[in-house]
């Protein structure tokens, strides 16, 4: 587990930018070892966590054995051993045991489609000295981050946005209206933009290309398998994704420092603890925050699980002054704008646990894969047949539905599923993002993940489940990697293996998620119940009281910070209609804080950048 960073040119001569100066900024990614490479073309830049194979045979950036070939990796392939003896049929030798050699080594002599044969999470720098291109790629899950900018003279790429911030082709950039709309929305911007224009985020099983005579080309190597037919279904899916998981554990166990493990009071994670527990021959550590005692406050519940497991947890909980005791960390963590505020309690359990291990365990992936969001999903399901009518029809069926005492569904607020889909995941209501932001430019055409428009029950199951995978899991990982590696710490995720990607997408959705409980994950819960009698059956989250946080503590950073702006990433802000929304939240008749925070966090940033 690493950062990474380089640059090619389309004209020979030395590098503008400051290496040493992007590579301090990546210093707590990779704390244990440094290294740069450069030619008349390329210059490459590589930060070190030190996992396996700790001798200096691991040091990037790593040179094939002619001097053709030069990479930089961020991250684990955790087949390594099984393509590393497919490498020694084929005649190479090794001169490590490290993966990123294995890595090196199979896109010498697989080339691109080496990519599909990797089981892990990566990104990656991949040059030819002699053909002076480079190759960049990203993990089928997007675990791994990698940025990039274009620029007339050349490409830059980073596994930090704040990377090429301090990249001198960047200074003139100005904010992308599209990426201010989505981030405005959705409180982060998804790949493949950037905040600011020219700049972008490599695409969770993409690669792109480009040479030194400014020819690129992009694609992709990997699609979530979102529309298969769904053969596995009750007890046959139950065994299926039980043993899947177990492999991928075990896989993602191969490491050369102790591993540790995340344990929240939710599902995913439990059954991570567990499947751990069960296959390794010494004890293990979970590491658990409480976030204030309230409502999504899932520690007592993961104190239970620990202690009917019989492993060993520490357990740390926020209080108020974590709040603005912890601003300059969650700011200088994400690098560029982002509005998860349950990045404060993952910053803190990764600190937690990087007091004694150097890689965790985590159950990332099992809501995305299995429907756990299991309210919002019911709420799509039970509305999901009336997109056959128009929206007028629509409107009638819901009064009638009142007058008759059924349930009402919000499908007749939205043109189609897909819209109402987006909406669920606007932070700000869309009625409030209008008032505040006047001039915002319209969502971007070509972000057409939420355009669907169809009313068939398992088709719809099935597109739910593949939009949460490729939007929201996307916001999730970001948060972790940022939280993790800014305590440099690396963090897995076995649900997110491959081997677990493929079986639960042939699970059929009725299978997962059970409409009239509103309980969501039933494999995973199904698994659970083979190692414990208790398990949870509400989705609780794992967020500190942000909106109570913004009323107290955080009010006059929110009031010096954010009431003052008159833009934000570029776009006008209507002052009078933003104080509004705020006394609204400090009144306690809503709550906001959701939606506030990210632009707290917008506004934040552009603090800490100058935008």
Avoid at 131 to 160: M, N, W
Avoid at 163 to 190: D, G
Avoid at 316 to 331: G, I, Q, R, S
């Amino acid at each position: 587990m690493c950062g990474i960073a380089g640059e090619l040119r389309f004209n020979l001569g030395p590098s503008q930018a400051n290496w040493e100066v992007i590579s301090e900024i990546m210093s707590r990614r990779g704390p244990d070892d440094s290294g740069t490479w450069r030619d008349e073309y390329c210059d490459l830049v590589f930060r070190r966590l030190s996992i396996l194979d700790l001798s200096k045979a691991g040091h990037q950036p790593m040179v094939s054995e002619d001097g053709r070939y030069i990479l930089v990796f961020n991250g684990e392939v955790y087949n390594f051993t099984e393509l590393r003896r497919h490498l020694e049929q084929r005649g190479v030798r090794f001169r490590s045991h490290s993966d990123s050699e294995v890595v090196l080594y199979a896109l010498v002599e697989w080339g691109r489609s080496a990519l599909d044969r990797f089981n892990g999470m990566f990104a990656l720098g991949f040059y030819d000295a002699r053909e002076c291109t480079l190759f960049l790629a990203r993990d089928h899950a997007g675990i791994k981050p990698l940025y990039y900018l274009q620029h007339s003279a050349g490409l830059v790429f980073a596994s930090q946005y704040d990377q090429l911030l301090a990249h001198p082709w960047s200074e003139s950039l100005s904010f992308s209206p599209a990426a201010a709309t989505l981030y405005l929305h959705l409180a982060f911007v998804p790949a493949p933009y950037g905040i600011l224009e020219n700049t972008y985020m490599l695409e969770p099983g993409s690669w792109l290309e480009v040479s030194s005579d400014g020819k690129i080309s992009q694609g992709s190597y990997y699609e979530f398998p979102g529309n298969q037919a769904t053969v596995l279904k009750g007890q046959e899916a139950f065994d299926a994704v039980d043993a899947a998981i177990t492999a991928a554990v075990k896989r993602q166990l191969v490491s050369d420092v102790p591993i540790g493990a995340f344990l929240s009071g939710g599902v995913d994670s439990p059954l991570i603890c567990a499947k751990m527990h069960e296959v390794t021959e010494s004890g293990m550590s979970a590491f658990t925050i409480g976030t204030g005692g309230g409502i999504a406050d899932e520690s007592q519940d993961a104190i239970r699980y620990a202690r009917e497991l019989g492993i060993e947890q520490i357990v740390k909980h926020m209080v108020t002054d974590d709040a603005v005791n912890m601003l300059e960390d969650v700011v200088s963590a994400c690098g560029e704008p982002f509005g998860d505020f349950s990045i404060f309690p993952t910053i803190l359990v990764s600190k937690l646990a990087r007091e004694n291990y150097t890689v965790m365990l985590s159950g990332d992936g099992g809501d995305e894969l299995f429907w756990g969001y299991s309210q919002r999903f019911g709420q799509l399901m039970d509305g999901v047949g009336d997109f056959r009518f128009s929206r007028p029809w629509r409107l009638g069926l819901n009064k009638f539905r009142r007058l008759v005492r059924l349930p009402q569904t919000g499908s007749h607020l939205h043109c189609s599923l897909g819209d109402w889909q987006r909406e669920i995941h606007t932070h700000l209501p869309s009625a409030w993002l209008r008032k505040v932001f006047p001039h915002m430019s319209a969502w971007p055409v070509d972000y057409d993940i939420y355009d669907y428009s169809g009313c068939d029950p398992d088709e719809a199951g099935q597109w739910v489940r593949k939009n949460e995978f490729v939007s929201h899991l996307t916001y999730v990982l970001l948060k972790v990697d940022r939280a993790s590696m800014y305590n440099s710490m690396e963090v897995r995720v076995p649900l997110l293996d491959r081997g677990v990607i493929d079986i639960a997408a042939r699970v059929d959705w009725k299978t997962c998620f059970d409409p009239l409980k509103r309980i969501g994950k039933i494999p995973l819960r199904n698994s659970l119940a083979r190692y414990l009698p208790f398990q949870t059956s509400a989705k609780k989250g794992f967020e500190p009281p942000m909106g109570k946080w913004l009323r107290t503590s955080l009010r006059p950073v929110i009031e010096e910070i954010l009431l003052t702006r008159e833009t934000l990433a570029g776009v006008g802000v209507d002052r009078k209609a933003l104080h509004a929304l705020y006394r609204e939240h400090l009144s306690g008749s809503q709550n906001y804080g959701w939606g506030l925070w990210p632009l707290l966090s917008l506004a934040l940033w552009e603090e800490r950048y100058g935008r």
